[in-house]
């Protein structure tokens, strides 16, 4: 399916477990972009990617860790899962840069117990 | 302290009447950006204004950007129950580790 998707779209997990977050773009687009959504704080930036190999940290990047080996994926780890991490996810891609338009996944709403 | 205030929070009006929505900085931006979120699903953009003062229409939609680069508003005209969602300003920056700064939205809610 062409678009962008996220996987899984839900997920329960308990403190201190690594958990996976993944991103899949089929529009080959070069930024891509890891959000957290919380009541009341919007959409906050986790980390970003430019192309392939490059990434770099937005405002909340502790706790997390992401790669970007092909252009399409763009996953996200959370090391050891803390309850504070409990959120909804969203990965977005963009063609051109920050200020073009960002396409956004479905999200992946995840638990921590 | 958010960036970007947005006001009302949460806006519960009836079909047909108009209504508008804020979006309030102390920052200038590059650009202002509004999304559309529905639930369960990821924000849809909707307009990119980009020049002080411009206005931006889509259909019952008007959108417009302070004439100081600092501000920005939604008004809908006649509402329709498919209105109802989560809006979305995000600020453009030339600065700093995240460009493009959301404010925390506006849950809109149209009632037949």
């Known amino acids: 399916d062409a678009g962008i998707t996220q996987s899984p779209r839900y997920k329960i997990t308990e403190t201190g477990r690594q958990v996976t977050l993944m991103c899949h773009q089929t529009?080959?687009?070069?930024?891509m972009f890891w959000y957290r959504q919380d009541l009341g704080h919007g959409l906050r930036l986790i980390y970003y990617?430019?192309?392939?190999?490059?990434?770099d940290k937005g405002e909340v990047p502790d706790g997390y860790v992401v790669s970007r080996s092909k252009t399409e994926n763009f996953p996200l780890t959370l090391e050891s899962a803390t309850r504070s991490q409990t959120s909804v996810y969203f990965c977005?891609?963009?063609?051109?840069?920050?200020?073009?338009?960002?396409?956004f996944g479905p999200g992946t709403r995840l638990t921590v117990l | 302290t958010q960036l970007l205030e947005q006001s009302p929070q949460f806006l519960s009006i009836q079909e047909g009447e108009n209504l508008t929505v804020y979006c309030n900085s102390s920052?200038?931006?590059?650009?202002l950006q509004w999304y559309r979120q529905e639930p369960g699903e990821g924000p849809v953009l909707l307009v990119t204004?980009?020049?002080?003062?411009e206005v931006k229409k889509l259909k019952r939609l008007t959108f417009q950007f302070g004439d100081a680069r600092k501000d920005s508003s939604l008004h809908i005209t006649a509402a329709q129950p498919g209105d109802t969602g989560l809006y979305l300003c995000?600020?453009?920056?030339?600065?700093?580790?995240?460009?493009?700064?959301f404010g925390q939205g506006t849950r809109l809610t149209i009632n037949p």
């Open positions: 529009w080959s687009h070069s930024y």
């Open positions: 977005a891609s963009s063609e051109l840069g920050w200020l073009d338009e960002q396409f």
């Open positions: 204004v980009v020049t002080g003062g």
């Open positions: 920052s200038v931006f590059s650009s």
């Open positions: 990617s430019a192309a392939a190999d490059i990434t």
């Open positions: 995000a600020g453009g920056r030339i600065q700093g580790a995240q460009k493009l700064v």
